[in-house]
Structures are given as structure tokens and as C-alpha cells.
């Protein structure tokens, strides 16, 4: 399997038993002396956005995509969170029920889902207990479409689509609602690890692969919620890279729009 195989060139020897209850870390914030010893650091690739990093504490998540600036984060007690673009210093806060009732929809692992029986197992070599999905499709009309423009871009019949989750640690409840949110996927719990889709015309794609997990050390500063930001006016603005082509020869290939070039 194409994740595994990487994961065998980067996954950090580390153990996956540890257990994140609310009462393990100290309620501590501002303050950079303190470090938040049990990080989990989930490092993945995603068709959407490129290279990530999720970070789960007990008590707060911190999500990053580099490529385009885009900072996630929440934190107890009152699970609140920001979406906040670096570039732009542009943001939108959101109430804890805001997080709940809706998903940002970065990435379509909820194709993967439609049908198909979830199956549990034990990953000997990620040490987690996993679940799989893989879901059949016989000549429905599924359509490939670009996840953050969000239009119709090549017409393709979907034959078969492969979601994997994993369950690293214990999360807690409003963590498992972030990841909710982050994935748009609330039918199974832990963070999905790897889709697969393949398509009636041969092809196939990967919008998500995990890279590795390992834990890590963050002071506790590192969680705090950005702030001092502009409001943005919708999501579009924080998830698009400031070149967006960028970002759409990510999502198209070589088929992306041409770059404007200075004469």
C-alpha cells in the first residue's frame, strides 16, 4: 500500500498508547515556559492543501498548511476556534457551535463513505487500531470535483474509493469535533489517515496520505488562538494560497491556468 510504504521511510519510532485526559496538563496559557509535553503531531499530504501538520493536545488542536498559510486552532473550555490566514492576516472566529453543526469541507473524505462496510483491525506497523472503508461503485454518476473551487472540473465514474482512520490516542470529545470539522467527516472517530479513488477510466488519485506520526513538545503558548486579525468574509479567502495558482495546479495538474508572466 502506497502509505505504508512511505511510512516505513518516515514514520518516527514512537509509541501510540498514550491516553490525553483534561486533567494530564495544567490549565496554563500565555505562558512560554510551559511546555505541553504529550503533542500528538499528525503529518499528512492532502491534494487541497499539500503538506499539513495537526497537532492534538488534551486540551487544544492546532491545525497548519504551510503552502497557503492557513491556520486552524482551538482550545478549551470554551472550544471556540479561528480560522486565520497568515499572508492575509485575515480571520473568521467561530463559536463551538459553529465548529459542530458544519464542516469546512477541505477534504472529500465523504465520498468515501457513501456505502460500503466499515472493517476494524489492528496496523501492526503503525501500531493503531484502524478502520477501513472501502466503498464500490457501479456506473453511478460520481464526479471528480476540485475541493476548494468547489466546481465540476473532469467528468469521471468513480469505481472504487478507500478511506482509512486511525485512533492514535484517546480524544477527547470536542477534539474529535474539531477533527469532525477539519475533515468533514463525522461518521467514524480518529483522523482519517489515507483515501484512495479510482476511477472507471483507469486513473486514480489520492487527495489524503498520512506521512507520519510521532509525539512532540510545544509550549503552551503555541495553542493560543490567533488574534488581532481582520475579519474575512467567507472561507474561500483563508483557504486559497496568495498566488491561487498555486494552490489550483495542485488540485488540476499540469491542466492548471497558466501563470500571468510580466513582459
Not at 476540485?146 to 478511506?163: A, G, P
Request: proline share 6%; glycine share 6%; charged share 25%.
Amino acid at each position: 500500500m502506497i502509505r505504508k510504504a512511505v511510512l516505513r521511510r518516515c514514520l518516527s519510532a514512537v509509541l501510540f498508547a498514550v491516553c490525553f485526559s483534561v486533567s494530564a496538563l495544567p490549565a496554563v496559557a500565555n505562558n512560554k515556559d510551559v511546555l505541553v509535553k504529550d503533542v500528538l503531531l499528525v503529518r499528512q499530504n492532502s491534494k487541497a492543501l499539500g503538506k499539513t501538520e495537526l497537532y492534538l493536545s488534551s486540551d487544544a488542536a492546532r491545525f497548519w498548511a504551510p503552502k497557503v498559510g492557513l491556520v486552524i486552532a482551538t482550545r478549551g473550555p470554551a472550544w471556540n476556534a479561528v480560522l486565520f490566514s497568515k499572508p492575509r492576516n485575515l480571520g473568521i472566529p467561530l463559536s463551538a457551535a459553529e465548529v459542530k453543526g458544519s464542516g469546512l469541507g477541505i477534504f472529500p473524505c465523504a465520498t468515501a463513505t457513501d456505502n460500503g462496510k466499515p472493517q476494524k483491525y489492528r496496523d501492526s506497523l503503525l501500531r493503531l487500531d484502524c478502520t477501513k472503508v472501502i466503498s464500490q461503485y457501479k456506473g453511478d454518476p460520481h464526479v471528480a470535483v476540485d475541493t476548494i473551487m468547489f466546481q465540476q472540473r473532469t467528468e469521471k465514474i468513480l469505481v472504487e474509493s478507500y478511506l482509512e482512520f486511525g485512533s492514535p490516542c484517546k480524544l477527547d470529545p470536542h477534539i474529535q469535533t474539531f477533527l469532525y470539522y477539519l475533515f468533514d467527516q463525522n461518521k467514524f472517530q480518529g483522523i482519517p489517515l489515507e483515501q484512495k479513488n479510482s476511477y472507471k477510466d483507469g486513473s486514480s488519485d489520492m487527495p489524503l496520505v498520512t506521512m507520519s506520526i510521532e509525539h512532540t513538545s510545544k509550549p503552551a503558548s503555541f495553542f493560543d488562538l490567533p488574534s488581532g486579525f481582520k475579519r474575512a468574509g467567507e472561507k474561500l479567502q483563508l483557504i486559497m494560497a496568495p498566488d491561487t495558482n498555486d494552490t489550483l495546479e495542485d488540485l488540476w495538474g499540469t491542466d492548471a491556468p497558466a501563470k500571468n508572466k510580466k513582459h
